[in-house]
């Protein structure tokens, strides 16, 4: 143990533990999570360039947008039952981007009169999972017996004007002018995927100025590639939280009230997710990013309803595990690491240098080969 070439790889990594100095909040935690995401990526690099896994070659469909229907069923279910363990920037980036599905104050509705707000919207379909989604009496066809419970009273400007063909309540909270749901799902893509297009193009529009030297060298090529990349990226959010949303009509249309009644917010997440195939190509990163959200979120949502108990400086602990796998992954194959810059950030770390592991080992591999020659 003490003279494999791995030992001081992974030695090197209790260095980790001094991260037990800065204080236990959320950044801690999410530089923990973050080095294990890429310990974890890089491992699987490793060993498929290795040839452990995959030997008679990779799937087709198989890829890292497969990570995104369990990331997106998971914090779908989090924003709506256990929105205290969802971040709060991706909450407000979706009920933007739900048009169609989260109602708006009308301009001409008096404003003394009240307005559900949009997070009171959420909290009300989480009530009606719960209460394992009632069926609804239109108030309009039968005065006076509306079965809306006292605790989603909130929701009464909705569902008091709600058009009488609709028979759940959900799709009166969701969509109470237009009794069909494929009508609106519709109308969502069109109305949505405008605006999504819009921000990233901007997004990606100032990180591909990085790269004007491409883009003189090449302008047509440059902007097909950025074009491409924005409109795939913005069916994807698009087909994402449209479906997570229109998944609760399919559901109560098709499913009995009373099977799995909470969990259908997992599912409707895990179904917007496989909308990630289309922009499959070049997201890793943003997939991962996926990840690590959902990784803090179930940790959060677990220590809430006690399925874990958690481990004092466990985040700690986290780390120095990464930093090992990550050591090893150097030592081992450190083409495994993408990123020059990060391969030689390793190296001054590691009291190496301002060196690429991975050209130094690919030009000792071609001097073997015309040597052998």
Same mark, same amino acid.
């Given at each position: ?10 030695? #090197? /990594? +209790? $260095? ?5 100095? &800065?204080? %236990?909040?959320? *950044? ?121 419970? #006292? /605790? +989603? $009273? ?5 569902? &008091?004007? %709600?058009?009488? *063909? ?208």
């Amino acid at each position: 143990m003490l003279t494999s070439k791995f030992a001081p790889a992974i030695g #090197s /990594s +209790l $260095a980790g533990l001094c991260l037990g100095v &800065s204080p %236990a909040d959320q *950044l801690r935690i999410t530089i923990a999570i973050y080095t294990f995401s890429r310990s974890l990526e890089f491992g699987y690099n490793a060993l498929s360039e290795s040839g452990y896994i995959w030997r008679n070659g990779k799937p087709w469909w198989f890829g890292s947008w497969l990570i995104m229907p369990f990331a997106c069923g998971q914090l779908l279910h989090a924003f709506v039952l256990d929105r205290d363990c969802f971040p709060e920037s991706y909450g407000k980036f979706i009920l933007r981007q739900s048009p169609e599905y989260i109602q708006t104050r009308p301009a001409d509705y008096p404003a003394s009169r009240p307005w559900p707000a949009t997070f009171d919207i959420v909290d009300a379909l989480a009530g009606l999972s719960k209460l394992k989604w009632p069926a609804f009496v239109s108030p309009i066809l039968f005065p006076g017996k509306e079965t809306l419970p #006292s /605790s +989603l $009273a909130r929701m009464s400007p909705l569902t &008091s004007s %709600a058009h009488p *063909l609709i028979t759940h309540t959900s799709c009166a909270v969701l969509h109470p002018k237009d009794p069909s749901c494929t009508r609106t799902y519709l109308k969502y893509f069109l109305r949505s995927f405008p605006s999504v297009a819009r921000f990233f193009t901007l997004i990606y529009g100032a990180f591909a100025m990085l790269a004007y030297k491409s883009l003189l060298k090449s302008p047509m090529p440059f902007l097909n590639r950025l074009a491409a990349r924005i409109l795939r990226m913005s069916l994807f959010i698009t087909g994402a939280i449209g479906t997570s949303w229109g998944s609760i009509c399919l559901f109560n249309n098709y499913m009995p009230r009373a099977m799995l009644p909470t969990q259908r917010w997992f599912l409707g997440g895990f179904l917007g997710g496989l909308w990630a195939y289309v922009a499959r190509t070049g997201e890793r990163g943003n997939f991962l990013y996926s990840l690590r959200l959902s990784i803090d979120s179930l940790w959060k949502v677990g220590r809430k309803r006690g399925w874990w108990k958690g481990v004092r400086n466990g985040d700690v602990l986290v780390f120095v595990a990464s930093l090992a796998l990550l050591n090893a992954v150097y030592e081992a194959k450190p083409a495994a690491i993408r990123g020059p810059a990060l391969r030689k950030g390793m190296g001054v770390m590691r009291g190496e240098g301002w060196v690429d592991k991975a050209e130094e080992k690919k030009g000792e591999a071609d001097v073997d080969h015309v040597k052998q020659e």
